[in-house]
């Protein structure tokens, strides 16, 4: 990484020296503005509005507007005046606990790194802040301008975050502070937010207009048309309550396919445990098929005799009574229920004989004697 500022760490009677590179880079696209004819680059000239002329770098000054239109001009013998002698240094002012720093005073992020003599005291001064829990506030000068600096331990190391000063914090005005909510809706708007809580990952989080704006300038290089997308139109103003309950079962909804996803996944990776369990079940399967299988064949059997006997009592011609009585003395015998239910399905005919009671005897008799 470039460096841009070489000095060193002071307090005490210590000095570390550091260099100081940027922690961060913006990703953002820069264009640039090209006259539509030719396609040629605008130029930024510094011109005079008074002499019409083109200024030279050699010719300006600094001035500060004090008046419209009226200046004070300021050197740069005078601005260096002015200046702190230890500009070369990073002036430890007070350790605090980081937690007391609102972010909204955090400017932009360095990295010191040691020299090669200091490595030995660098580190020292990581363990010694990180143990106790502390950051380090600070003064240093960059670019004609003295800053207000916090020192923290950051992935081992030191990270100088600039700061604003407290005058350079704007007052918030807060109208809205009369307004109180109810208790229900004050109860759904902390479910929500417990709903969506989750670990921070950095990593998981895009600048989607930039992946846009990428994917659209590839496709000009290529040549390739563009479709513009249309607009999505605006949501349905719905009612804070409502809003709150609709936004909780989106959160849920979100959470369960997130939980099924990851329980699918596991189903997946896990392998069938190898234990007595599955034969004992394999086992119980086979051992209820077989009682089956007999007491199926049991009940067929005991149909077919059912039948037989049925067809028997049934099927026999009724000549005589001695015959009849033959062929109730022949067949084998049945249950009651059997019995009842062939009684039930098949009624006799004018020419059987009437299975009950002494019926059967006296049309015998009636036949003798015929």
């Not at 392998?271 to 049991?298: H, K, Y």
């Amino acid at each position: 990484m470039h460096t841009l500022w070489k000095g060193s760490i002071s307090f005490g009677l210590v000095n570390v020296p550091v260099k100081m590179q940027a922690a961060t880079e913006s990703k953002e696209f820069q264009f640039h503005y090209l006259h539509n004819a030719c396609q040629g680059r605008i130029r930024y000239v510094k011109q005079c509005p008074r002499c019409k002329t083109e200024v030279e770098n050699r010719d300006l000054v600094k001035g500060y507007e004090y008046e419209k239109d009226r200046y004070v001009i300021l050197t740069d013998e005078e601005l260096a005046s002015v200046q702190e002698p230890s500009a070369r240094s990073i002036d430890i002012l007070d350790f605090v606990d980081l937690k007391e720093i609102d972010p909204v005073y955090y400017q932009k992020s360095y990295y010191l790194s040691p020299e090669d003599t200091a490595a030995k005291a660098y580190r020292l001064l990581c363990l010694a802040m990180l143990e106790s829990g502390k950051v380090a506030l600070a003064h240093l000068t960059l670019r004609s301008k003295q800053y207000l600096a916090c020192l923290r331990v950051f992935e081992e190391g030191l990270v100088l975050e600039t700061m604003f000063y407290a005058d350079e914090i704007r007052r918030m005005e807060r109208p809205w502070q009369e307004i109180q909510p109810t208790e229900t809706e004050l109860m759904l708007a902390r479910q929500l937010v417990e709903q969506l809580a989750k670990p921070f990952e950095p990593g998981k989080y895009r600048d989607g207009m930039r992946d846009k704006l990428a994917e659209m300038i590839e496709q000009k290089v290529k040549g390739e048309s563009l479709r513009v997308p249309t607009a999505p139109r605006g949501g349905q103003v719905l009612d804070l309550m409502e809003a709150l309950r609709a936004s909780i079962a989106r959160a849920e909804e979100k959470k369960d396919g997130a939980r099924e996803s990851d329980a699918e996944g596991a189903e997946e990776n896990e392998e069938p445990p190898e234990d007595r369990s599955l034969s004992n079940r394999e086992e119980a399967s086979v051992n209820r098929q077989v009682n089956t299988d007999v007491s199926g064949r049991a009940d067929e059997s005991a149909k077919a005799r059912a039948d037989a006997s049925e067809n028997a009592n049934t099927e026999a011609p009724a000549t005589t009574g001695a015959a009849a009585r033959g062929a109730r003395t022949k067949a084998p015998a049945t249950t009651g229920t059997a019995a009842g239910g062939a009684r039930t399905k098949e009624p006799p005919g004018p020419e059987e004989p009437v299975p009950s009671g002494l019926k059967p005897r006296k049309r015998a008799v009636k036949a003798k004697g015929a």
